[in-house]
């Protein structure tokens, strides 16, 4: 547990991604094999079944400690991490036990069925054997979510370089759907032996930005254009006669849209399509909010089903036949997926329609439509172009719309989390109506490190009231806030809820009486709000 | 009855007309220490522990009318009763004792529990209203002894020196960077500072504290005088472009922040060393209770929690809004 508990310090405070490298590789050459598989699965987001849930761990920290409620909500807020502020209270150890890694996950694993008692006595022994770094760590195991700056990509290269096998090769290896408790690091990396995984999925290929004019990327012709849509990345698999869908996040999503049950049949088998799940209806996609009613939810319901229809929006074939084509040409790739598309006629089965343009003015052009046709604006992929593997420049650019703007005023402020800890950085934003404030959105990015220093030194010393974690501030620091779309909501006082709302500027220069209003909003609404993303 | 009082100015002394660390220009100042939120510009009088007095000068100006007094002794001031107290914050930080008619409050200036070596160890003074910091008055702040830090520090010395590297320490200049310079002088044999250090330095050396020499850096020094040097600088050099000379080089905060873990990351650290001339949660608490006061008040950082906490265990407590620092000391290399 030391060497993890060092390595996940390491990784965390360093900003050099050398370093980290360095520290993975490093991490997976010496570690035991148990934990590195169970490494391998934590980094890549297979999180091992909660046996044990957050308030129990808060309970029996309040416990151990005897501290009041109200000082442990007033530590987690301060600190912004459960997992850490436990650490941070518990006394120190009694009955120091070193034990790797696996043997921990392991017995948190043999406690799902057991009783509260059986669970509280496991965790109370461990916080006692553990040091302060192991604890955290341990907490962070149960309570899931490692959010400390290692990208699946670095652990792949990592690994690359520990096992010298090919990144792109070694990302395949190591998804789809596997479970660290019956299966070792070194079977996942040399699986060409013993056979594929039916299900595993492809690594997806990722656009980088567009910054400048489409111009700088040479001519016309050598570029298809597609509306970027909002919804969920996804692939569909089809082998061996069972479906298989995936996202992005490579989450095994296959029961939560029942609608793909018919590609099964209609699917040959060996076919794998990219593409995007959307809610969609009359030949428009649906808000984004209406599709976040369907992620959410483990089993569907049929009301569901009826207000937030999904369809698979696919632009890509990945494997046809049996055999990976993801060398082969995106022309050469999208004839076949034109064909298989129009041959199978499944309604939930779409394709990205290609848009038709002479030049890249004209492209230009079509692009202000984007808003209209419920996209969030345009993918140019090189017609020449493989799929690659991750996020590649080059060959893929997303060419997103300028996102719609507001000028609004921060009314709230609460701490935040991880590296914004201890700092006011998530606030609430209000607009005007007439002599009232409304509040809108809240947004936590978008701040330079100084603007943030600057204004949490402010409303420490502006704050009204406390609630709980929460300020109210004085009225008076003025953001443009910049967003993706906007839809109708009830669930908003204000009526309606943004897509990505994110600080766009501190308005320094704007007093707080000409902030724009909720008619401004419902205006905005009006005018963008029909078909675009919540 | 009210010996001291909160106003505009600071903490106010009715019957001897006199503040406590004021924050705007008064006649009379009585200063805890020389960190900067606490001794300003601009007072008529200022009266501080002698050890304070160079310090007050070498801040504030020559010119200041300043008077030092030892801990432990008496001054009248219209038959108020004032005397300095150890408060083991820096060298020459001192809390106030104020007795009017029997009536006894004390204003603790910042401390801390440990004995760092150069500062006079705090000693508790029964009162009957203790006037105390709180900027670390949550639990999750608990310091370990500092030899553990210090052997931390040494520890990753050498590493960075085994890897070629440079050891840049961020310490506060006046009291943190001393107490590394006094802690680290058997391990190290020659220490590099920035301007901000070296100055109170070369005063604190003339003063005869025990502290090791050390080398000013300045636009001459030569870069290979940085290879696997031991520097140390205030909190400001950071992202400074003055940092970069030191390259290849290992960055090092030392402060009661990097306890926790947002705050390190957020500093770009390589290394965070839990060290802070403030006392921790437990050591409030030992203060608050060896005064034995009936009525405490809780000024800067989680003053309001701390307060409340006490409130809980039965004693009258308060927080009270100063001007030093509040909850932004975070940024405020003082800590």
Request: proline letters at 14%; glycine letters at 14%; a neutral charge.
């Given at each position: 547990m030391q060497q993890f508990a060092e390595l996940v310090q390491l990784l965390s405070n360093s900003t050099k991604t050398n370093e980290k490298l360095g520290a993975l590789s490093q991490y997976f050459a010496t570690a035991p094999d148990k934990d590195k598989t169970w490494v391998l699965a934590l980094f890549s987001g297979r999180r091992p079944k909660r046996t044990v849930n957050s308030t129990q761990l808060k309970t029996w920290c309040i416990q151990v400690t005897g501290l009041s409620d109200w000082l442990f909500e007033e530590c987690y807020h301060t600190v912004g991490d459960l997992g850490e502020t436990i650490a941070l209270l518990l006394p120190p150890r009694t009955n120091p036990v070193a034990a790797p890694l696996h043997y921990w996950l392991e017995q948190l694993q043999q406690l799902e069925k057991a009783t509260e008692e059986t669970k509280q006595a496991f965790i109370l022994q461990a916080w006692d054997a553990l040091d302060n770094g192991e604890r955290f760590v341990f907490n962070k195991l149960i309570t899931g979510g490692f959010r400390i700056g290692v990208s699946q990509k670095m652990m792949v290269n990592a690994l690359a370089r520990t096992y010298d096998i090919e990144p792109a090769t070694l990302s395949h290896m190591i998804s789809g759907n596997w479970d660290p408790h019956n299966v070792t690091i070194e079977e996942l990396l040399h699986q060409h032996t013993t056979g594929a995984d039916a299900s595993r999925p492809y690594p997806f290929y990722l656009a980088y930005a567009l910054e400048g004019p489409p111009g700088t990327l040479g001519t016309e012709k050598e570029w298809q254009a597609e509306w970027k849509w909002d919804g969920i990345r996804g692939q569909i698999i089809k082998r061996e006669g069972q479906l298989f869908v995936w996202s992005r996040g490579e989450e095994l999503i296959t029961e939560k849209f029942p609608e793909f049950v018919p590609l099964n049949t209609a699917l040959p088998d060996g076919t794998v399509l990219d593409g995007e799940i959307l809610t969609f209806a009359d030949g428009l996609p649906l808000p984004f909010q209406t599709l976040q009613t369907r992620i959410g939810r483990k089993n569907v319901t049929r009301k569901q089903l009826q207000e937030a229809p999904v369809i698979f929006l696919s632009y890509d074939l990945l494997e046809w036949e049996g055999t990976d084509i993801r060398e082969k040409t995106l022309a050469e790739r999208r004839a076949l997926l034109e064909t298989l598309v129009q041959n199978i006629q499944a309604p939930v089965l779409q394709l990205s329609p290609e848009i038709i343009f002479g030049s890249w003015d004209e492209l230009t052009q079509l692009r202000l439509q984007s808003r209209d046709k419920g996209s969030e604006g345009l993918m140019l992929k090189r017609k020449a172009a493989a799929y690659q593997v991750g996020r590649k420049r080059g060959d893929w650019w997303k060419w997103k719309i300028d996102p719609l703007t507001i000028d609004a005023v921060m009314i709230y402020a609460q701490k935040g989390h991880g590296r914004r800890s201890n700092l006011y950085t998530d606030y609430t934003f209000a607009v005007k109506d007439g002599d009232q404030l409304v509040p809108f959105t809240k947004a936590y990015s978008g701040l330079t490190d100084k603007e943030i220093a600057e204004v949490d030194n402010w409303i420490k010393r502006h704050s009204l009231e406390k609630f709980g974690p929460v300020r109210t501030v004085q009225p008076q620091l003025v953001f443009e806030i910049a967003f993706e779309g906007i839809a109708a909501s009830n669930r908003h006082k204000s009526g309606v809820a943004l897509r990505f709302p994110r600080i766009n500027r501190w308005r320094k220069d704007k007093p707080v009486a000409e902030i724009n209003t909720l008619e401004d909003l419902k205006e905005l609404l009006r005018v963008n709000g029909h078909n675009t993303g919540s | 009855m009210n010996v001291l009082q909160f106003t505009d100015n600071g903490i106010y002394c009715a019957a001897g007309d006199f503040y406590i660390d004021p924050w705007k220009p008064v006649k009379r100042a009585v200063i805890t220490h020389a960190h900067s939120d606490h001794a300003r510009w601009g007072n008529q009088y200022y009266l501080c522990e002698n050890a304070s007095v160079p310090l007050l000068r070498l801040r504030l100006g020559n010119d200041i009318k300043v008077q030092g007094a030892a801990y432990g002794e008496t001054i009248f001031f219209n038959g108020v009763k004032v005397s300095l107290h150890p408060a083991g914050h820096i060298i020459g930080s001192a809390q106030i004792r104020v007795e009017q008619d029997g009536e006894v409050w004390v204003a603790s200036g910042d401390y801390k529990l440990e004995n760092d070596g150069l500062s006079a160890p705090f000693e508790p003074i029964r009162c009957h209203t203790f006037i105390t910091e709180?900027?670390?008055?949550?639990?999750?702040y608990r310091w370990a002894p500092q030899q553990q830090i210090f052997n931390g520090i040494t520890q990753w010395i050498y590493e960075n020196q085994q890897a070629g590297k440079a050891s840049v320490l961020l310490a506060y200049s006046l009291g943190k960077a001393q107490r590394l310079l006094y802690h680290l002088k058997d391990k190290v044999d020659h220490f590099l500072a920035h301007g901000a250090i070296a100055i109170p330095h070369e005063v604190l050396l003339q003063e005869g504290w025990p502290l090791p020499p050390v080398e000013r850096i300045t636009p001459e020094t030569p870069k290979t005088a940085f290879k696997n040097a031991v520097i140390i600088a205030p909190p400001s050099a950071e992202d400074n472009v003055w940092m970069r000379r030191f390259q290849p080089y290992s960055l090092g905060i030392c402060s009661g922040w990097m306890q926790v873990r947002g705050n390190m990351r957020r500093r770009n650290a390589d290394a965070g060393f839990v060290l802070s001339d403030h006392a921790d949660w437990a050591g409030l608490l030992d203060a608050v209770t060896a005064t034995g006061a009936e009525q405490v008040y809780s000024t800067h950082g989680f003053s309001s929690v701390f307060a409340r906490y006490l409130t809980e265990k039965g004693i009258a407590a308060r927080e009270v809004t100063t001007s030093y620092g509040d909850e932004e000391i975070i940024n405020n290399p003082e800590s």
């Open positions: - | 709180s900027t670390f008055g949550l639990p999750i």
